[in-house]
């Protein structure tokens, strides 16, 4: 019934039923633990815990894993010049365009200051993906930033694309993890604005 509780080891359980306003308060209250407030995405709590999740669930149905990092190059500088206040608004920008360019079932988080992550629940091959991610890329330089401090700023993004396929023995979140982060930090390195991808 609803209301009752269950105590089992050192966890209590209590069952509430799904019109129950005390329900959907707890429903919001984690909705909330795990959403980051200026972009809507999700925050590095709720995106490293999909993870591991997400990667099981590739093992199991013999799925490829995908995964990108990216972040906004000199976004240090966009802050120094035009204020924390614009460098919110190209943030908010940012996940704005790229949240209706990837699919429901995919996640989208920010897992940095500047920096978000995708899991790609897209079953394609990596070359098809690499195309998809370096649009996104392309859509981000032609971005228009609207804050009127850094109207005419040119935001560019660096990608790390890394892709695990159905027979890959890497396939533990922390070493796909490791290895986006790995091309991330290429990709800035051989002069940002790009995509740097490989498969494991």
């Known amino acids: ?3 009752v509780q269950i105590k089992i080891g050192r966890s209590i359980l209590k069952y509430m039923t799904g019109d129950d306003v005390e329900a959907r308060y707890h429903e919001e209250i984690y909705r909330l633990m795990m959403t980051d407030a200026l972009t809507q995405a999700h925050n590095k709590r709720a995106f490293t815990e ?5 990667a099981a669930r590739a093992q199991r149905y013999k799925r490829p894993l995908s995964l990108l990092l990216f972040d906004i190059d000199h976004f240090k500088k966009i802050n120094d010049t035009y204020g924390h206040v614009a460098g919110d608004s190209v943030l908010r920008q940012l996940a704005g365009l790229v949240r209706p360019r ?3 079932h995919d996640i989208f988080g920010r897992v940095g200051g500047e920096e978000f992550g995708i899991l ?3 079953d394609h ?7 998809f991610i370096d649009k996104i890329r392309a859509d981000i330089e ?6 009127e401090l850094a109207a005419h700023q040119v935001i560019t993004a660096s990608v790390g694309l890394v892709w695990a396929g159905p027979d890959s023995k890497a396939t533990r979140p922390e070493d796909v993890y490791a290895a986006a982060d790995e091309l991330l930090y290429q990709a800035k390195t051989q002069g940002r604005n790009r995509v740097v991808s490989r498969s494991m």
């Open 1 to 3: 019934e609803n209301g």
């Open 50 to 54: 999909a993870l591991p999740r997400e």
């Open 102 to 104: 990837i699919r429901e």
């Open 120 to 122: 790609l629940s897209v």
């Open 125 to 131: 091959p990596a070359d098809k993906i690499v195309s």
């Open 142 to 147: 032609a971005l228009g930033i609207t804050h």
